[in-house]
């Protein structure tokens, strides 16, 4: 079994929906869950991260964890053609000693159509 | 605020030829820095970290190379190009390990 695993789509919608992004992991000693966006021949970028569980909102974005079934997500409300993009989770434990590892997901590609 | 720069943004070398791609970091002093390679489906691959001046460890075994001679700059290296050199290489920084990594805009690598 992959540590992280995500769908890599592609996902189209049409302007203006509701976007589910999610992820699966297994290793349960996970702490920080990361959500990045990368456009095309562009590095990742840091769009919001949570440590341990819980859920937390940044505008039209939305990130949520659930620890008991190793799920994570990302919501993105009335989504514009600028979010077509690839979505990355990353994962790691915490911090400290020889935990420096991230763990990401494969990418899911989005398109939003105008 | 914090910044972080790669160069070349795209490099064509020949199979044999050497190699130098540097990065650095702004704004933030003793960074985490860390060198990745992204292939088409294959996802990101972490080469190497550095927790400090001439300290690097690598996690994968090739033809690559990893220097940081001062605080904020890191350099990947090979003396010889393989063909299967080619790909995306991505430097980042974090302000502790474990915690989310900022990126570049990395350096496209083709080998011919």
């Known amino acids: 079994q992959k540590e992280v695993e995500q769908d890599p789509g592609p996902l189209s919608v049409p302007e203006g929906a509701i976007v589910s992004l999610n992820c699966t992991y297994s290793?349960?000693?996970?702490?920080?869950f990361m959500w990045y966006r990368q456009y095309s021949r562009k590095g990742p970028e840091l769009l919001m991260y949570?440590?341990?569980?819980g859920n937390k909102e940044d505008g039209r974005f939305t990130a949520q964890v659930d620890k008991s079934s190793k799920y994570i997500s990302l919501f993105i409300r009335d989504s514009q053609p600028s979010d077509s993009a690839t979505y990355l989770c990353a994962m790691s434990l915490n911090s400290g000693g020889s935990n420096y590892k991230l763990t990401f997901g494969k990418g899911t590609l989005l398109t939003v159509n105008p | 605020s914090q910044t972080i720069h790669q160069w070349p943004a795209t490099l064509v070398q020949p199979v044999g030829s050497p190699l130098s791609l540097e990065c650095t970091v702004e704004?933030?002093?003793?960074?985490?820095l860390y060198w990745y390679r992204q292939a088409a489906g294959r996802g990101l691959q972490l080469l190497f970290y550095?927790?400090?001046?001439?300290?690097i460890s690598s996690e994968v075994p090739q033809n690559l190379s990893a220097s940081r001679p001062q605080d904020r700059q890191f350099i990947l290296s090979s003396k010889k190009l393989l063909l299967s050199d080619s790909g995306f290489y991505l430097c980042?920084?974090?302000?502790?390990?474990?915690?989310?990594?900022?990126f570049g805009d990395g350096t496209r690598l083709s080998i011919l």
């Open positions: 290793n349960s000693a996970f702490q920080y």
């Open positions: 949570t440590y341990s569980s």
């Open positions: 704004g933030t002093s003793n960074p985490n």
């Open positions: 550095s927790v400090g001046i001439g300290q």
């Open positions: 980042a920084w974090s302000v502790f390990v474990g915690q989310p990594q900022h």
